[in-house]
Structure formats: structure tokens, C-alpha cells
């Protein structure tokens, strides 16, 4: 039963390669549209959606662990934004195209994990807001 459930999961994230989630559309730039980022409400922006968010502090301070699912890293990177207000902390992860466009790109999907740093944060305890998840941090 789990390696039919296994095998089922695959195909459904195989059919929705290259599409972000609730877009409809292509993850990254229109093709054509040259390497750098995608500006934030452009066609094809839309935040990246979370598969898992971890937090902790590190010797370089305060972080969040988002991992996601998108293409290969040549051809898909991500722009991450940190915003705070007062206790709540809000990642979002932006969807580049770093690929030329002549450049042929597979549409694969890949479970990806990016760590931003949060910056200093006073002592206290904070939600993390990223991709549709949440989770505490607690700074000492």
C-alpha cells in the first residue's frame, strides 16, 4: 500500500512540473524573458508555497529552513524577502530565472531547501511565517 501511495505521489508531482502552485502558470520568467529575478507582481511572481519550515539560531544568529519543491537550480532560484512586525516574521521566496533563454531547462521537480538568515533579533520568542507554514523561534 505505501509503495502504491509512494508511486501515485510521484506521478501528481511529476504532472504539476513547472507550474507554480495556484498559478496555473510557469515557475519563473516568461520564456525569453533573460536571466535575473522576477519582479514582485509581475507575470509568473507568485511566492513559492512551503513543503516544511524549520527554525533556529546559529553561531551567524537567527534562521529559517524552507524547503520547496522546483526545478533544477540552474534553471530555477529563488529571491528571498524577510519582513517583521513586531513578533510575526514573514519569509517569502520569490521564483528566478537564472537560465539565458536559449538555454534548454527540463521541467523536474526537485525537493529544494533554502536558509535565509532573519537578522538580529532581540531576545524573545517569534512566529515564522513562509510559503503557507508556520513556526516558533525562540531567540535567547
Not at 508511486?7 to 516568461?30: D, E, N, P, Q, R
Not at 524577510?82 to 519569509?91: A, E, K
Amino acid at each position: 500500500m505505501n509503495l502504491r501511495l509512494s508511486l501515485i505521489s510521484i506521478l501528481v508531482l511529476a504532472s504539476a512540473c513547472g507550474h507554480a502552485a495556484g498559478t496555473g502558470g510557469s515557475v519563473g520568467g516568461a520564456p525569453g524573458s533573460g536571466p535575473g529575478p522576477v519582479q514582485p507582481g509581475s507575470p509568473g511572481a507568485a511566492p513559492i508555497r512551503a513543503a516544511s519550515l524549520d527554525t533556529g539560531v546559529a553561531g551567524s544568529g537567527p534562521y529559517a529552513r524552507i524547503g520547496w519543491w522546483g526545478g533544477i537550480p540552474s534553471c530555477q532560484g529563488v529571491a528571498p524577502a524577510v519582513g517583521r512586525h513586531g513578533s510575526v516574521i514573514v519569509v517569502t521566496l520569490t521564483s528566478t530565472n537564472p537560465a539565458p533563454p536559449d538555454k534548454p531547462c527540463p521541467e523536474i521537480a526537485m525537493l529544494r531547501s533554502t536558509t535565509v538568515a532573519l537578522g538580529p533579533l532581540p531576545s524573545g520568542r517569534y512566529t515564522v511565517h513562509a510559503g503557507g507554514r508556520r513556526a516558533s523561534l525562540q531567540v535567547a
